[in-house]
């Protein structure tokens, strides 16, 4: 035990100094981002970058928060949890099934998922528009969430599908000799043993809709079907950016997945220690 | 018996013989077993997952196909033109540029992120208390709306008022965005600086699924350090390293967000990407076709990047790195 | 675990029940009335209140305005034209963006009804319903502020170099060194948003050629772009490359953040060839430089052996709403845009917000207005122009206009050479 840890330590001292380097690369910009968000509009570009603004001001939250923020924000979080939550919902099985199943047609979809992948979505929006406008659906939060969830799936089946794969197949056979169907393996045995990879995917793809803004920018038009990214929409202008209050609505509408991120990763972390052990 | 403070997968003893499984049967025969038992899952457990998919993604992405054979503006009526658009589009020095220049892309940004986000996934795997603090600062940039970093590094990187103009800075005082060589350099620092959480997550996900036994082995053989992570730690993250590739090396190839709102392709042609190229084409020059033929070439040029990847190194074959353990 | 199970998939349920509640909500045309799209930020507040009267007069068929930024609207509007779903009244820069859609018989043609009620056309500067009119048929109607481009000049910087606003070329030719030699740059100008350039070739080509060089290159005479006048003005323009005229890393700094207007308020440059917009940012931006003095502003230099009137202006003469041929609402939107647009209460609007409307005869307004200084300059240019050209880029076709951005901005990083652009815009052209 001495010998692992004295191991570990003398790797990470490189790891450490990596991590310090990166630590400020990281830090410097979202610095950057909160004490401008607390500038005032003028003499915004005279003061020095990097110092503390002088009078420190909170119009721009105030700004953002008097200018319909609970409504985007409200739609978002709608609109980010059904999407996520169906595409789990479809994912996970679709993963087990392709990670279990010897059948040909199952080998293709997955590289049909791998097409997905590499699909720009700035091509797809005129069809998807036109879609969405057949089903009806158009400016309504159905028509974020429906392809939401379709190019969710790609990826999310492929980091599923890595992670699954290295599920012991002893517990798999085990469960077959007790008879059990492919469902109950997988509610029962893939489930809980993939938590970190649903974990890290739930986290991936709620982060894609929450900041997804091609989509609810063609697909919906009315205020009132608003999603965050288009929220910011009341301080831009033709000629001009408030970059101050821009940046503190992007705080505000950073911090809920910055939580939901927190929160995810204490499962991530659980998850993970406890391994394929039972 | 579980491991608080273990870096690996804890294997209990517990269990029908599952701690060290004794399987002396080598991978072929044990796949050739079960192909003739009751045949794995069916179809219906991705039948929802094709479905969604196939109406909402892959339907677009055929009739954005259909029309790369047609000229369109996006008002009135396509007009059927059969092949001049693919013809124009691999011929047009622009695309051809572009295409070059999304492969330069592809490649820069594998080798800045690869090692850096192996380095830190194997760093915050650790357990100690203040890591996880980090892990969560390191995860912001991911998070942060393309807007965000666009007008974030937009500002940073001006030339005469962002870190050029911080005098304890002047080493950093350049023309990152205006300077055709720089600018597309500093387009793969800022793509790097959002992604190199997620596939650092995705590392320390990969790390901690290694078995703590193997390391224990090997200290037990002598090994030191760099030896373990030549020899045990990269073998085994060999499908974490592909994943994780194959994601930056098509995520790259459709990278049009942040390009967009910092440069618009610019200086001049300096940053103009293939996705940037095909957008542009299409709602700056309102040619649609041209457009679609692009990004048809786009999505065959990522699925061929996918396969071939994933043939080369195994990862269809579906077997677990840790067999034979 | 299973009962994890039940929680995600029960809370994924209701959550999809509460949420298509929420979702269905919204009926997608909101609501019976006319819809009308326009711009977010400059006189958006008039847009609002144009709209505000409309709908007090009538509470049963309220029209919905809808605001976007600039380059979302412009994506949204083609996507929603081209599957036949538009909006019934669209704000548009007039030009070849306009003419597309009137050419795929998108737009209704307002001729007729301009002609029903002359003092609707007569109260308007002739100049600026010349964007919206092709064939002679017009297809939009002004409603907002002119927007001449011009000289915003740092009065505290030229007093520091030991300098004069230069009124010629040659004047500005000899500036250039002074301001280098104190660390400065003459001029101010965002090439990161490529449209910024434009300015530069329509004054020149102008003051070189008259108003007759670009007319002939919008009319599609072949090789038009091959006049001296053009060729003579990206020289100059390289010329000023060369010496250094223009601001340290100009390739990269962007307009809409507010960077480049900063390099002329902060005293680092000391002009910039702009367009009467940014006179409310600098307003919000840096109050302090306007009240102190330090801004002033001129038109643009005159070149010495140029044909050219002097007083030509180039910029946007006005924005317009445009109907949509399809549109149920036609009568509800005439009264509308004869009613409340550029009412006098909207006039005054729009002057609160520092825009010079269209109209004739609003000198006694403009002098009461605040910011009187500023406005009565704008006017007076506009109004005495002999010619007001539209933006070259909102008066070409797409395609041409884009590749005229692409080319200039290659001219501009001195990569081709004046016959190149001229050769590569005519070929163009052709397409």
């Known amino acids: 035990m001495r010998n692992w840890l004295r191991v570990v330590f003398r790797f990470n001292i490189l790891g450490a100094a990596a991590g310090v380097f990166w630590l400020v690369v990281v830090v410097l910009p979202l610095y950057w981002i909160v004490i401008t968000s607390l500038r005032s509009r003028e003499g915004f570009f005279e003061a020095q970058p990097l110092d503390l603004p002088s009078p420190v001001t909170f119009d721009n939250y105030r700004h953002v928060l008097e200018g319909g923020y609970f409504n985007y924000l409200t739609n978002s979080v709608v609109v980010t949890a059904v999407t996520v939550g169906l595409t789990l919902l479809i994912s996970v099985p679709a993963a087990h099934a392709i990670v279990h199943s010897p059948s040909r047609i199952l080998r293709l979809s997955f590289q049909l998922f791998l097409l997905g992948l590499a699909i720009p979505l700035q091509a797809t929006i005129i069809p998807v528009y036109l879609i969405i406008s057949e089903l009806g659906v158009y400016d309504t939060l159905w028509a974020l969430v429906l392809p939401g969830i379709a190019f969710a799936i790609p990826l999310t089946i492929v980091i599923l599908v890595n992670f699954l794969r290295d599920i012991p197949r002893e517990l798999y056979e085990a469960m077959r000799i007790d008879g059990a169907s492919h469902w109950r393996m997988l509610l029962h045995l893939t489930l809980p043993l993939s938590r970190p990879a649903i974990v890290t995917v739930m986290v991936y793809d709620a982060l894609n809709v929450w900041n997804g803004f091609l989509f609810p920018l063609i697909l919906t038009q009315s205020p009132s079907s608003r999603v965050l990214p288009l929220g910011v929409w009341s301080f831009q202008g033709e000629f001009n950016i408030d970059v101050p209050t821009v940046l503190a609505y992007v705080v505000m509408s950073t911090i809920p997945i910055v939580a939901l991120y927190t929160v995810g990763r204490r499962y991530l972390v659980s998850g993970l220690t406890a391994g394929f052990g039972k | 018996m579980t491991d608080a403070a273990g870096a690996g997968a804890g294997r209990d003893s517990d269990g029908p013989g599952l701690a060290m499984p004794v399987d002396a049967a080598p991978p072929g025969a044990r796949a050739g077993r079960k192909r003739g038992e009751r045949g794995g899952p069916n179809l219906a457990m991705a039948l929802p997952a094709l479905a969604m998919f196939g109406g909402f993604a892959l339907a677009p992405m055929v009739l954005v196909f259909v029309l790369g054979f047609t000229q369109w503006s996006g008002l009135g009526k396509p007009v059927w033109t059969g092949l001049s658009n693919w013809h124009e589009a691999v011929h047009d020095p622009v695309t051809q540029g572009a295409g070059w220049l999304t492969l330069k892309l592809m490649i820069t940004s594998w080798l800045v992120q690869t090692p850096i986000c192996l380095l830190l996934g194997v760093f915050i795997a650790g357990r100690q208390r203040y890591r996880s603090v980090l892990a969560v600062i390191y995860f912001v940039p991911l998070l942060l709306s393309t807007v965000a970093i666009g007008i974030t590094f937009r500002a940073l990187l001006d030339p005469n008022f962002g870190v050029s103009a911080a005098p304890s800075l002047a080493f950093l005082a350049h023309d990152w965005l205006g300077d055709e060589d720089l600018a597309f350099y500093s387009i793969v620092a800022v793509v790097s600086w959002q992604f190199i959480p997620f596939h650092t997550l995705l590392y320390q996900a990969g790390v901690r699924q290694i078995p703590r036994i193997i390391y224990e082995a090997a200290i037990v053989d002598g090994a030191g350090r760099l030896a373990m992570f030549w020899y045990i730690t990269l073998p085994q993250l060999r499908y974490t390293i592909v994943t994780s590739s194959m994601l930056i090396l098509v995520g790259s190839l459709t990278y049009f967000d942040l390009v967009y709102v910092m440069t618009g392709g610019g200086p001049g042609f300096a940053t103009r990407l293939l996705p940037l190229d095909m957008f542009l084409s299409a709602f700056s020059r309102r040619e649609m076709g041209r457009a679609s033929a692009i990004a048809s070439l786009l999505v065959g040029g990522g699925l061929l990047l996918s396969l071939v990847l994933v043939r080369f190194s195994g990862f269809a074959r579906m077997r677990s790195q840790q067999e034979g353990l | ?431």
């Open chain 3, 1 to 431: 675990m299973r009962k994890a199970l039940v929680w995600t998939l029960g809370l994924t349920l209701w959550l999809g029940l509460v949420g298509s509640r929420a979702m269905a909500q919204t009926s997608p045309a909101g609501g019976t009335g006319p819809l009308v799209w326009a711009l977010t930020g400059g006189d958006e507040k008039a847009y609002q209140d144009a709209v505000a009267q409309y709908n007090q007069k009538h509470p049963a068929a309220k029209i919905t305005l809808q605001l976007f930024p600039n380059e979302p609207y412009k994506q949204k509007l083609l996507v929603a034209m081209g599957a036949g779903n538009p909006p019934d009244l669209f704000f548009n820069w007039g030009g070849g963006i306009l003419k597309s859609y009137v050419d795929a018989g998108n737009v209704a043609d307002l001729t007729a009804d301009f002609a029903k009620d002359p003092t609707w056309k007569s109260r308007l500067f002739p100049a600026v319903l010349a964007a919206g009119t092709f064939g002679g048929k017009i297809y939009g109607v002004p409603i907002n502020g002119m927007q001449p481009v011009m000289f915003y000049i740092n009065n505290k910087v030229f007093q520091e170099v030991g300098a004069q606003p230069p009124k010629t070329w040659s004047e500005l030719m000899a500036v250039i060194p002074k301001f280098k030699a104190k660390g400065k740059a003459l001029l101010a100008v965002a090439g990161a948003d490529r449209w910024t350039y434009l300015m530069y070739i329509e004054y020149l080509v102008d003051r070189l050629g008259g108003s007759q060089v670009f007319t002939d290159i919008a009319a599609g005479k072949p090789d038009a772009w091959s006049h001296p006048a053009m060729l003579k003005a990206n020289e100059m323009i390289q010329e000023l490359v060369k010496q250094g005229a223009f601001v340290k890393g100009y390739t990269g700094t962007s307009y809409g953040t507010g960077q480049s207007t900063a390099l002329l308020t902060s005293g680092r440059a000391g002009m910039q060839l702009m367009g009467s917009w940014d006179y409310p940012n600098i307003l919000a931006g840096s109050p302090d430089f306007i009240a102190k003095g330090s801004l002033a502003w001129m038109p643009f230099p005159t070149i010495e052996g140029g044909t050219g009137s002097p007083g030509d202006v180039v910029g946007a003469a006005s924005n317009l709403y445009s109907v949509t041929s399809k549109s149920t609402h036609k009568a509800e939107l005439l009264d509308f845009l004869k009613t409340n647009i550029l009412s006098d209460s909207n006039i005054d609007v729009l002057l609160k917000n520092g825009s010079v409307p269209p109209v004739i005869g609003l000198e006694a307004k403009i002098a009461k207005a605040p910011q009187a200084a500023w406005l009565s300059f704008v006017y007076s240019i506009a109004k005495n122009a002999p010619s007001f050209q539209l933006s070259w880029d909102q008066a070409l076709p797409p395609a041409a206009a884009d590749a005229l951005l692409t080319n200039l901005e290659q001219v501009f990083l001195v990569k081709i050479t004046p016959k190149q652009f001229s050769d590569n815009m005519n070929k163009a052209m052709k397409r």
